[in-house]
């Protein structure tokens, strides 16, 4: 895949393809610039004949009795390249300069009433018939003088065909210098704007793909307020966080690794501890005999954990094994396995209902509490309190655990369910991600409700029935 995006922006570049367009649309500016002005050309052209037969014709104003020598008529006719002259004076009386030789006109215009659109066609049309011999043509204007109507002229139309074409080849030589220099200065500009941002993102990309932990490739946004700017930064932003997901999951795979190293030999070890259990669930002494069911459950919860933990990094989920317990004697029980049960300086303070009932899975719902409750005890050091205690609302169970510690710091708030991120005094930060997906696992959400200097309190809400 690699390999053919590399193809296609070498075959189809967008710096190619942005240079095409550019001289194109330039192009394309020019064409719609040249058809009004040709058309313009032509009109131009025609009255400029006019205005020299209008002048032209004045000799005849001159002379006596309004008439002119045969060569003198024909030196005005080849001056200004007229077959004839006439200006008209009213419907009877007219001035005319004409060849000796007979000729046809193929062709009339009025120039005093004619359209942009005539004017295009008809230019086009002379453009057409460039190479057309003895087409003469009649164009009628106004004459100069109140007392004069009209006047016309008779002129080949070759004469306004070449000029026509002198015009447009200038058009065109002019039109591509201007649209290579416009196209190469927007190309120029838009290489730098959009083109090599865009290159630079592209082979970044690519690079980052082919090996996302590497940071060499890391992207190092342009310092740009614009839509690239923030496409750049974003980008780089998001590479960071794809590398930081990928460590975390690639320390997920070392813990689990190093997890099913020792699993054998801590089952091993905690199976002997169950032997011994099970020979002190024999003794028939009352405070062994309380002791011992704790003692069996406890070493059950350190199998099952570790396996738990190991499963993490894992991508299968756990199932649940609900059933309904008491959940004041599972608060008891983590009391009694962090040691608070007979300490007096960190106390533990159980005010669930008595008899208040639960349903869902005994040993994560325990690993949840078990996790909250060590984060308070160490959060509290020498002395403190820790409060658990529980209220029921529309078969939505609360839970809440607080702690009368300094509170947790602001850098740790932002991560704090995030693991190998929050984890202090060694720890690894995976307990309160872990409680969360368990909490989530069972339908319900596990968040900060609040921590200040006074203490912090986590909120378990759940469903009473699952």
């Not at 008439?67 to 004076?89: F, G, P, Q, W």
């Not at 002019?174 to 630079?200: C, D, E, G, Q």
Request: proline letters at 3%.
């Amino acid at each position: 895949m690699i390999g053919k995006i590399n193809k296609i922006s070498v075959k189809e570049s967008l710096s190619a393809r942005l240079l095409l367009f550019t001289i194109f649309f330039v192009l394309l500016a020019e064409i719609i610039i040249y058809v009004p002005s040709v058309a313009n050309f032509r009109v131009n052209w025609i009255e400029q004949k006019l205005a020299e037969a209008n002048i032209a014709i004045l000799v005849i104003e001159a002379a006596p009795d309004y008439m002119v020598s045969r060569m003198l008529a024909d030196e005005l006719l080849n001056s200004t390249k007229n077959y004839s002259i006439i200006r008209k004076i009213d419907n009877e009386n007219q001035q005319a300069l004409m060849i000796i030789e007979p000729f046809e006109i193929s062709e009339r215009f009025d120039m005093r009433d004619l359209s942009w659109l005539q004017s295009v066609k008809d230019a086009f049309v002379a453009l057409l018939h460039l190479n057309r011999t003895g087409y003469l043509i009649e164009a009628t204007g106004a004459a100069n003088g109140d007392e004069y109507q009209e006047i016309s002229i008779t002129f080949d139309e070759r004469l306004l065909s070449q000029d026509m074409y002198d015009y447009s080849m200038n058009i065109v030589f002019l039109t591509i210098i201007i649209s290579l220099l416009v196209a190469m200065l927007l190309y120029y500009n838009l290489l730098n704007l959009l083109v090599r941002p865009i290159k630079k993102i592209t082979e970044n990309m690519i690079s980052f793909r082919r090996s996302p932990e590497d940071l060499t490739t890391r992207f190092e946004p342009e310092d740009r307020v614009d839509e690239i700017g923030v496409v750049m930064r974003e980008l780089s932003e998001m590479q960071d966080e794809i590398r930081k997901a990928l460590n975390q999951k690639n320390h997920l795979a070392k813990l689990g690794s190093a997890i099913s190293n020792i699993n054998h030999d801590l089952r091993n070890m905690l199976s002997s501890a169950q032997l011994v259990s099970d020979h002190l669930s024999t003794i028939d002494n009352p405070v062994v005999q309380q002791l011992a069911p704790r003692f069996v459950k406890a070493i059950d919860r350190a199998i099952r954990l570790c396996e738990n933990t190991l499963q993490y990094g894992g991508s299968e989920v756990e199932d649940l094994n609900v059933s309904t317990f008491n959940l004041r004697n599972l608060v008891d029980d983590v009391s009694m396995s962090l040691g608070l049960l007979d300490n007096t300086r960190i106390e533990l303070h159980n005010k669930v209902e008595m008899g208040q009932k639960i349903k869902a899975d005994n040993d994560q719902i325990f690993r949840v509490l078990m996790n909250i409750s060590r984060n308070a005890v160490q959060a509290i050091g020498e002395s403190g309190n820790i409060t658990i205690k529980s209220s029921i609302k529309d078969s939505i169970i609360t839970i809440d655990i607080a702690d009368d510690a300094l509170g947790i710091p602001e850098k740790i708030k932002e991560n704090l369910f995030q693991p190998f991120k929050t984890g202090s005094r060694g720890g690894t930060g995976l307990g309160l991600a872990i409680s969360r997906e368990i909490i989530t696992a069972h339908g319900g959400t596990l968040n900060l409700l609040k921590s200040d200097p006074e203490g912090s309190t986590f909120r378990i809400i759940l469903p009473l029935h699952i």
